[in-house]
């Protein structure tokens, strides 16, 4: 069990570019989350997925994003044409759910986007 | 949107007092977690606490649950340096977390 990875670890890009980031979960989890963190703020959801099915997307994700799980294993976020706006942490999470009242979720080390 | 407010913001201590931490929310909860950030890191989860407990351990962590007033609190005892951090209470009204806004620990030596 190696814990949740992300790639990359930091992206700089321009205004205008897409970028794409991959979150490869804990094995044998069915769920993976997707959250942005701006600084100074707690982090906010985004988009969640139990095997390959999107199940829940947040209001702040917008056209501009999509997020896939292909496979129901390792999932990818695109951010197309990026905005200064979209400077942020991007964290993964990933649980096995079991039981509502005791799901955990396990964090990678996120991706730190930014947009000149 | 950020379910609710931890309070205090920022704490300083030394090193071997302890620190206390609140957080309130707005929603009923499934259950209510406490995760460690470090600076620029990802989350660490530290505890859980049902929406039927009242109040739970861990090695130095202490938890509160009040669901009638919708907030927990947080007690690290005999705080160490290391336990210099961001701390985020989470609650889970459905599957998602909502986090609060975070109090910054700084422990001094």
């Known amino acids: 069990d190696t814990g949740v990875s992300q790639d990359p670890r930091h992206k700089i890009t321009k205004r205008g570019q897409n970028v794409t980031f991959r979150c490869d979960p804990i094995s044998e989890h069915n769920r993976l989350y997707w959250y942005r963190q701006t600084l100074g703020q707690g982090p906010e959801f985004l988009t969640y997925?139990?095997?390959?099915?999107?199940?829940?997307k947040s209001r702040l994700l917008s056209d501009r994003f999509s997020a896939e799980r292909p496979k129901g294993s390792f999932s990818t976020l695109e951010i197309q044409r990026t905005e200064q706006g979209d400077s942020a942490m991007y964290l993964c999470?990933?649980?096995?759910?079991?039981?509502?009242?005791?799901?955990?979720?396990?964090f990678g080390p996120g991706t730190r986007l930014t947009v000149l | 949107s950020q379910q609710g407010e931890e309070d205090p913001q920022a704490l300083s201590i030394q090193e071997g007092e302890n620190a206390t931490m609140n957080c309130s929310y707005k929603t009923s909860i499934n259950n209510l977690q406490w995760y460690r950030q470090n600076s620029g890191r990802g989350l660490v989860h530290l505890i859980l606490i049902r929406s039927n407990e009242r109040e739970k351990h861990s090695g130095r962590l202490r938890v509160t649950l009040d669901t009638s007033k919708k907030s927990s609190s947080l007690l690290i005892t005999a705080s160490r340096a290391a336990d210099t951090a961001s701390y985020f209470c989470a609650t889970v009204p459905t599957d998602k977390l909502i986090f609060g806004t975070g109090t910054r620990l700084q422990v001094f030596p």
């Open positions: 997925f139990q095997n390959e099915a999107q199940l829940e």
């Open positions: 999470a990933s649980s096995f759910l079991a039981d509502t009242s005791t799901d955990t979720q396990y």
